[in-house]
């Protein structure tokens, strides 16, 4: 039930009401949810020492941007010229099995 705080930390934030413990679970009461009484005051932490703008734009962003770095610095350099080829191939089979479905209506 920690998405119910972050809700309701998110809708502080987005009104301009400074985020407190007290507000979170006030919050949280009024949309009939139930949470551990320690998880408001856990938020209300968070939120003083970290800003919440910065939190909401890098959602995501830190584990997958390295692991994504290693993976492409990890992966052999080969020509442009095999992917085309790979697309090609692909194409073609599609335009197979395509005319062979419209055979296969007729038959």
Excluded at 58 to 84: F, K, L, Q, R
């Amino acid at each position: 039930m920690s998405y119910a705080c972050t809700y309701a930390c998110l809708i502080l934030h987005d009104e301009g009401i400074p985020i407190t413990g007290e507000k979170i679970g006030t919050l949280v009461k009024a949309a009939n949810l139930q949470v551990e009484s320690y998880w408001p005051s856990l938020f209300a932490k968070l939120c003083e020492k970290k800003n919440v703008d910065e939190l909401i734009m890098n959602v995501g962003s830190g584990g997958a941007a390295a692991s994504t770095g290693a993976v492409a610095a990890a992966a052999p350099t080969t020509d442009h010229v095999a992917p085309a080829e790979a697309d090609k191939k692909k194409e073609e089979k599609k335009e197979e099995s395509d005319d062979e479905a419209m055979f296969s209506l007729f038959d």
